[in-house]
């Protein structure tokens, strides 16, 4: 068979749903490359993870057109023994890092997310290691909660006893660390990334503790996502910044809800006006701009917010 593959988001991260899928099939002795619009294929997967990533099946040339990818659902899953298949690395060779999950689920349904809907509401073991490192130097976990996973110490065994440097891509929950903090502090660490979603939640008591003992590390490399936009203030949302600055992690502020306001160049929407009030307009004006400058590291350490505001003119006049 002749297959063709489309990655529809374009993002500079690898997809992982095709990599495997190309190893499968050049296994079963077919000639995979990614879709070239000229040519006739017997299947085509196009494979998508954010809705609004364009679609190209007008053209695409084959039998058979396969949607995968939570851009297009929740529910379409690959085959259990494509889903155990180590990924073909060959596929993006700009990249050099290993990919994969150990784990799959969470327990924490948090509204904004859908891994609960669409993995379940437990962390379970799906994989080991050598189910997809092949000696990398770096290794990319996708994991959305591995420390809810009750495998989870022998899991950090496996990634510590590889002695690559692992990068949590998508988080470790800072509420689960106190058990598994001589573990963690035994892995080769490239980015741990922990995240402070709900303003109604303290955890600097967590983030103290894990502050106190990692003590190797600096803030660059504990990085902690902080939502905006969804169901915080801004003064909610300056407090988990400036308590995280305090003590000694790296905010990332992640707006939500970016693409029902602005486009791909942050520019305002037709309409936009007429679907939301105008206090809903300036609170996510007033959020653009306090991502801008937390994530904007030399501008976040050198100016206070205030000082960032009062330089954009024509704030106050929102839209």
């Known amino acids: 068979m ?44 196009i494979s998508k993870v954010f809705t609004e990533s364009p679609a190209y099946e007008a053209h695409i040339l084959a039998d058979e057109v396969v949607h995968g990818g939570t851009g297009y659902c929740l529910q379409n899953k690959l085959p259990a023994e494509i889903e155990h298949t180590c990924p073909d690395y060959d596929l993006y060779p700009q990249y050099h890092e290993a990919y994969g999950f150990l784990t799959r689920g969470c327990p924490r349904a948090c509204p904004f997310c859908i891994v609960s809907e669409k993995e379940g509401r437990a962390s379970r073991q799906v994989a080991d290691l050598d189910g997809f490192y092949r000696g990398q130097k770096i290794i990319k976990l996708l994991d959305p909660n591995l420390l809810a996973c009750p495998d989870r110490e022998r899991l950090l065994l496996q ?57 190797g590390r600096s803030y660059r490399q504990r990085r902690v996502y902080v939502l905006v936009n969804y169901w915080s203030s801004h003064a909610e949302d300056m407090h988990r910044i400036q308590s995280l600055l305090r003590l000694g992690f790296d905010p990332y502020v992640m707006l939500y809800g970016k693409h029902r306001f602005v486009d791909e160049r942050g520019r305002w929407l037709p309409g936009v006006q007429e679907r939301h009030t105008p206090e809903a307009l300036r609170h996510f004006k007033l959020c653009q701009h306090l991502q801008r400058w937390c994530n904007h590291k030399a501008i976040f350490r050198s100016v206070t917010f205030e000082k960032y505001l009062n330089g954009k003119r024509g704030f106050e006049d929102g839209v």
């Open 2 to 45: 002749n297959i063709a593959l489309v990655d529809a988001d374009g993002t500079r991260f690898p997809n992982l749903a095709l990599m495997k899928l190309s190893a499968w099939h050049k296994a079963a002795g077919d000639a995979v490359e990614w879709h070239r619009p000229e040519k006739r294929y017997d299947r085509a997967y």
């Open 159 to 215: 990634l510590a006893t590889s002695g690559a440097r692992v990068d949590f891509t998508q988080g470790l929950d800072i509420r689960l660390c106190r058990d598994v903090m001589p573990l963690l502090l035994d892995i080769q660490i490239k980015m741990l990334h922990f995240a402070w979603d709900d303003p109604r939640e303290d955890l600097t008591g967590h983030f103290q503790f894990f502050a106190n003992h990692d003590t």
